[in-house]
C-alpha cells in the first residue's frame, strides 16, 4: 500500500505507432481536462500571485508584493495559526480513535462488522451540508448539548458563540468521522500474520509488548497512508468552518480555506488569493516530503525484509 | 473456569462500551431525524429527547414548499442533474483513461501517469481562481457545466487510479486472446475489460455520487440565480433565511437531503468498504 507502482512496459523496443495514437486517444479526456483544466490554470494562477487583480480591470504587476504582504496580514497569521492547530489536534485524535476501535474490532467478537458499518455512517455524511446544520444547532443557542451542558451545571455559554470552545466544536466533528481511517486499519490488521503473535506469546510476550512490538510496525505502512491523507484533507477544510461557525467568533475558526475564498471572491482580491493558494501548495508540500522522507525511519514495509 | 469468567467480563465491557459509543456515533443523525418530526414548540424545549410527542409530518410539507417562491423540488431535480452527469461521465470517461494507462503502451506514459498520480494532492485552491476566471469570460459562470465538465474530463483523478488498480489485477491472457480473435484495442476495453471492471465502477460511482451530491464549494462559486441552486446551496440559504426560528422545516430538508447517502449505505455498504479498504491498501 501507498507505495504506487508505475505502470509495467511488457514491451520490447519501441512502441508501436497503432499504440501511440490509441493510447493517447483513449487517456485524451483526461489529458485535455489536465492542460486546461490544471496546467493551464495553475501557470495562470502562478502568474496572478505576483499582480492585483480584481476581475473588473486587468490585473497590473506588482512583484512580491503581494507575497510580503502576507506575512504583516493579521488575519492570513491567524488563519495559519488556527489551520495547524486544528490539522494536529484532530488528525491524530482522529487516527487514534480509528486505530483503538479497529483494534477493538478485530477480536472478533460478534457484531463486530454490523458495529464497525454502524461508526462508519458519520463518515459518509459528515461533509455534507445537512450535517453542518444539525453540528449548528446542536451546539449554538438553545441547542440540545448546550443545554444537556447546562442542565449538567457544566457550562452556560454556547460552545460555538464562544471564542475559547468554537474551534473544538469543529475538531469534535471531525474526529465523529473516525470511520472511513478505522475500517482501512481493520483491513490492515487482518493483513499481520497470525505466526508473529503466536512466536511472541511463545517468547512471553504480554498483551502491550505484543502491541508495540507486532501491531505497530506491522501498521506502519497504513498509518502512513491515513496520516498523509488525512493532514493534506485537513489543511482544505472549508465547508465545516464557512457554515457553523463562519470562521468566527473572533477569528478563532477562520481556516485557512476560508479566508482564501473570503479575499477572492468576497473582496475579489484574485491576486492576493493566488498568492495564498501558493502559499498552501507549498506548506502542503513541504508537508508531505516531510512525512516521505521521515518514512525510512519509522514505517515498515514486510516485503523489503525490514527497515 | 476462571479463565471463562474473565472472558464473560471481557464481553461484557466490550458491548456496554461499543453500544454506548455507538449511540453517541448516531446520536446527532437520529436528533436531526427525530426533530424533524416534532411539533415546532418541541424542537427547543424538549431538544435533547430523541422521542416526539407526537409525530407531525408538517415540517416536510412546508420544507417541501421551499423559500423565496422556489421549491425544494427545483433543488433536488438541480442536484439530480449535476450529480448524474457527473456520474455517468466519470464511469465512461474514467474507466477509458484507466484503460489506456494499465493496458496501452504509448510515448511518456510514466511522466503523464505521474502527472496524474500528482493531481490527487493537488488542493482545489490553487486552480479554483484561473478556473473561475475562464469559466467567467466564456459566460458559463450561473450554469451547470463549471459543475459537470470535471466529471466528463474523466473525473477525480483518485477514481481514474483506483480504476487503474483493478485492471491490473484482471489477466492480460484475456487481452491476448481476444487479438488473436482480431480484437481492436477499444474491442478489448468494451468487450472485455469494462464487464470485468464492474465492482469498481460501482465503488466509484457511489463515491462519485455521494461526494459531487454533497459538493459545496464550487456551487457556491458558480451557480448565482437561485432557480439553478442546489439542495446544498439552498439549505445554506434556507439556514440564513430560517435564523433561528423555523428549525422544523430546516431539519426536515436536511434529512431529506442526506437520504441518498443513507440509501446507499443500506444497500450498497459492502462495496463501500471493500473500496476504502482496498484503496487504501493496494
Not at chain 1, 473588473?56 to 504583516?72: A, I
Not at chain 2, 481514474?160 to 483493478?166: A, D, G, K, T, V
Amino acid at each position: 500500500m501507498a507505495k504506487i507502482k508505475t505502470p509495467i512496459n511488457f514491451s520490447l523496443g519501441s512502441t508501436s505507432k497503432r499504440d501511440n495514437v490509441a493510447g493517447y486517444l483513449s487517456i485524451s479526456p483526461w489529458l485535455i481536462g489536465f492542460i486546461l483544466l490544471i496546467v493551464g490554470p495553475m501557470v495562470a494562477s502562478f502568474y496572478l500571485s505576483f499582480t492585483n487583480y480584481n476581475l473588473l480591470s486587468s490585473p497590473t504587476w506588482v512583484g512580491l508584493d503581494n507575497y510580503r504582504n502576507l506575512f504583516s496580514d493579521d488575519r492570513f497569521l491567524k488563519s495559519l495559526e488556527v489551520t495547524f492547530k486544528f490539522v494536529f489536534i484532530s488528525v491524530p485524535l482522529k487516527l487514534i480513535f480509528a486505530l483503538a476501535l479497529a483494534m477493538l474490532f478485530n477480536t472478533g467478537r460478534r457484531g463486530s462488522s454490523l458495529f464497525s458499518a454502524i461508526y462508519y455512517i458519520p463518515s459518509i455524511i459528515g461533509g455534507s451540508v445537512a450535517v453542518a446544520v444539525v453540528w449548528r444547532q446542536l451546539f449554538g443557542r438553545q441547542g440540545a448539548i448546550t443545554q444537556l451542558l447546562s442542565m449538567l451545571n457544566i457550562t452556560d455559554t454556547n460552545l460555538i458563540g464562544n471564542p475559547d470552545t468554537a474551534l473544538s466544536v469543529l475538531i469534535l466533528l471531525v474526529v465523529w468521522q473516525f470511520g472511513s481511517p478505522m475500517i482501512i486499519f481493520l483491513a490492515g490488521l487482518r493483513q499481520v500474520p497470525q505466526e508473529l503473535y503466536e512466536a511472541a506469546s511463545v517468547d512471553g510476550a504480554g498483551k502491550v509488548r505484543q502491541f508495540c512490538n507486532v501491531t505497530l510496525p506491522m501498521l506502519t505502512p497504513v498509518i502512513f497512508f491515513n496520516l498523509v491523507m488525512q493532514t493534506i484533507g485537513s489543511f482544505m477544510t472549508f465547508t465545516q468552518s464557512y457554515l457553523i461557525t463562519g470562521g468566527g467568533p473572533l477569528d478563532e475558526t477562520l481556516f485557512y480555506a476560508v479566508y482564501l475564498y473570503e479575499v477572492a471572491f468576497e473582496y475579489l482580491r484574485m491576486g492576493y488569493a493566488s498568492a495564498m493558494a501558493w502559499v498552501l501548495l507549498v506548506i502542503i508540500a513541504f508537508i508531505t516530503l516531510l512525512f516521505f522522507l521521515t518514512s525510512k525511519y519509522w514505517v515498515f514495509y514486510q516485503s523489503e525484509g525490514g527497515r | 473456569m476462571n479463565g471463562k469468567k474473565k472472558r464473560l467480563l471481557g464481553d461484557v465491557i466490550f458491548y456496554v462500551f461499543v453500544i454506548g459509543l455507538g449511540i453517541l456515533m448516531v446520536y446527532p443523525i437520529l436528533w436531526m431525524l427525530s426533530s424533524s418530526l416534532k411539533p415546532a414548540t418541541e424542537i427547543f424545549n424538549n431538544a435533547v429527547s430523541l422521542w416526539p410527542s407526537e409525530f407531525v409530518w408538517e415540517n416536510y410539507q412546508s420544507g417541501w414548499a421551499g423559500f423565496g417562491g422556489i421549491g425544494f423540488a427545483t433543488y433536488f431535480r438541480n442536484s439530480l442533474i449535476v450529480t448524474s452527469t457527473v456520474v455517468i461521465g466519470t464511469m465512461i470517461t474514467g474507466s477509458l483513461v484507466a484503460y489506456g494507462f494499465a493496458r496501452i503502451d504509448f510515448k511518456m506514459k510514466n511522466v503523464l501517469f505521474a502527472c496524474l498520480m500528482a493531481t490527487i494532492m493537488l488542493p482545489v485552491q490553487i486552480t479554483l481562481i484561473p478556473q473561475y476566471i475562464i469559466f467567467n469570460e466564456l459566460d458559463l459562470v450561473n450554469t451547470f457545466v463549471p459543475l459537470m465538465l470535471p466529471g466528463l474530463m474523466g473525473g477525480q483523478p483518485f477514481f481514474i487510479f483506483l480504476m487503474i488498480q483493478f485492471i491490473r489485477g484482471i489477466p492480460r491472457e484475456l487481452d491476448e486472446a481476444a487479438i488473436v480473435d482480431g480484437c481492436s484495442k477499444f474491442g478489448i476495453y468494451w468487450r472485455i475489460i469494462l464487464p470485468l471492471l464492474k465492482p469498481a465502477l460501482v465503488t466509484v460511482a457511489l463515491f462519485c455520487f455521494m461526494w459531487t451530491w454533497d459538493d459545496f464549494l464550487a456551487p457556491l462559486i458558480y451557480l448565482n440565480d437561485a432557480s439553478i441552486h442546489t439542495v446544498t446551496i439552498a439549505l445554506r440559504n434556507f439556514m440564513d433565511v430560517s435564523g433561528g426560528t423555523s428549525w422544523g422545516p430546516l431539519l426536515a430538508m436536511s434529512s431529506l437531503s442526506l437520504l441518498p447517502q443513507l440509501l446507499i449505505f443500506v444497500f450498497f455498504q459492502k462495496y463501500l468498504v471493500q473500496g476504502i479498504a482496498t484503496t487504501g491498501l493496494k
